[in-house]
């Protein structure tokens, strides 16, 4: 057997090429899906995804995204919700980002294996992406400054008066996510949080018409990792959450196998093939945002509705927002 590396890499490889495959987690692209588009159990993407993002104007890559570094900050707005306390949300933020971070992966994904000789053992298994608490931010704008002298922040903001984006009744968060767009590479990530028009339910008991918090940012957490929707409706990625529901909290094989086959615990990461034949080495822990961290922003935020530029002139940097809708309850007739 080929090591972890190739299989990883081919993986990669056939998410784009929309073969059929053992998993329906997707990795958000540098090229935005159709709005028409949904996974499927069996495909990320649209059949011709690659040319129809180079036909765009102006034409576009299809990389997945990632992180380089083994430690992301975030901060939370200080002014947080008046519906959810600081604290609270604080809390619920790191239960859902620790999901993610403490996920073990199975040993095929482990690239802890070469050719059938493994590492000894006591070599960590777990995902070697870490997401640090970088204290609170002033900020309540979402924006990326790709100058020098401009400080950033991973922020995560409440918008409890009214929702800046479209379909506010049926969108729960946003993420927004700035990266390089010829390697995928995420330069800065920011979650919106839709507390103008749905009602967030802190802790276990949550009820039937309620929006789980922890749920929310679980997904949030994915889409901030560089993870899209996948096909599999029991997956924490899947795009529509049903009121008064948990489940979400928990992820599921196919979000486990998504997040190691990007984030692998030997320290790499899986990037488009072109890019040193698809795996790289990632860097060690250093959680600063790009061009460092600022507990206050300055300038006015950038737009962020869809996929575009998404920086100042000449910059590299491109966003995507991901968002979790919410499942309209359908009253059935009982048989
Ligand atoms: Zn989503």
Redesign the pocket.
Known sequence: MKSDRVMRALACTTMFLSALRADAYCRTTTCRVPAAFAPTPTSCYPDGFEEICANRDPPQKVRALWWRNRCVGYSLNAAASRKIAFDDASLTMAQAFSKWTSTSCPSTSTGLCDGGTCSPSGASSRVSIDLRDLGPTQCDVVKYFTGAEERNQNAVIFRDDSWPHEEASRTLALTTVNFNKDTGEIYDADMEINTANHRMSIGDDVPSDGYDFLSIMT??TG?FLGLA?SGDPLAT?F?RYEPGNTKMRNLTTDDIAGICAVYAPDGTRAVHESIDGGIIAGESCDPEPRHGFGETCTQAAKGCQSSGPGGTSGSFAFIVT???WLVRAVRRKPA
């Open positions: 997904h949030e889409h929707h990625m795009a991901s968002c979790l």
